[in-house]
C-alpha cells in the first residue's frame, strides 16, 4: 500500500505541493503604446514612425507620431 499512498501524493519530488505556474500581471496597453512611441523617437526613422502608425492607429498618440512624421519631410 505503500506504492499507492506515493502514486496519490501530488507533492512533487521536492516535497513542494503541485502547483500551476503563475501568470504574471497583464501590461498596461496604454504603456505599452506610450513605449513603443518612445521607441519611435528614439530611432527617429520614418520606418519606425510609420510601424507605430500602422500598428496603433486610433490611438491618440498617433498624432505626436504623424507630426514627427511631417517633421522629418523637411
Do not use: C, W
Request: glycine residues 8%; charged residues 30%; hydrophobic residues 40%.
Amino acid at each position: 500500500m505503500v506504492g499507492k499512498a506515493n502514486a496519490d501524493d501530488s507533492s512533487g519530488q521536492d516535497g513542494k505541493a503541485g502547483r500551476a505556474p503563475v501568470m504574471p500581471m497583464a501590461r498596461d496597453p496604454a504603456a505599452t503604446v506610450a513605449t513603443e512611441y518612445e521607441a519611435a523617437r528614439r530611432q527617429g526613422t520614418r520606418e519606425a514612425f510609420e510601424l507605430f502608425i500602422a500598428r496603433h492607429g486610433d490611438d491618440p498618440l498617433v498624432e505626436k507620431a504623424r507630426a514627427e512624421l511631417k517633421q522629418l519631410a523637411r
